[in-house]
């Protein structure tokens, strides 16, 4: 799995590409954690390469989700995110926590 961060005006992207396993959610949860320590919460997370998530990579998301929303600071946004992907959200229950974005212009627009 890659991680690559980007600082934007109004928010920080996180581009992850490959499988988030046991093995590689922890360096996601590291890149989500330097952000949010460094006191922004606006994070638009981009999806679009990543091949499999397990439960560990999802328990990545809830916290990181959880965190920025305290005290509406702000909000993770997934973006590009594959069908088989958005499935398993949607199959644990976690899609509506999420707001969801086709591409990563639009969704750093958004904020």
Not at 43 to 72: F, H, P
Not at 82 to 87: H, L, T
Not at 98 to 108: L, M
Request: hydrophobic share 45%; net charge neutral; proline share 4%.
């Amino acid at each position: 799995m890659n991680v690559i961060t980007k600082q934007h005006k109004h928010c920080d992207l996180i581009k992850v590409s490959g499988r988030v396993d046991n093995a590689s959610a922890p360096r996601l949860g590291d890149a989500f954690n330097a952000i949010i320590e460094a006191g922004r919460f606006n994070i638009v997370l981009d999806m679009s390469e990543v091949e499999y998530i397990s439960s560990a990579g999802l328990r990545v998301l809830i916290d990181a989700q959880k965190t920025c929303k305290r005290w509406n600071r702000g909000e993770v946004v997934l973006a590009g995110v594959p069908r088989p992907v958005y499935e398993v959200l949607e199959l644990v229950g976690f899609a509506p926590l999420f707001r969801f974005s086709e591409d990563i212009t639009t969704a750093v627009g958004s904020f």
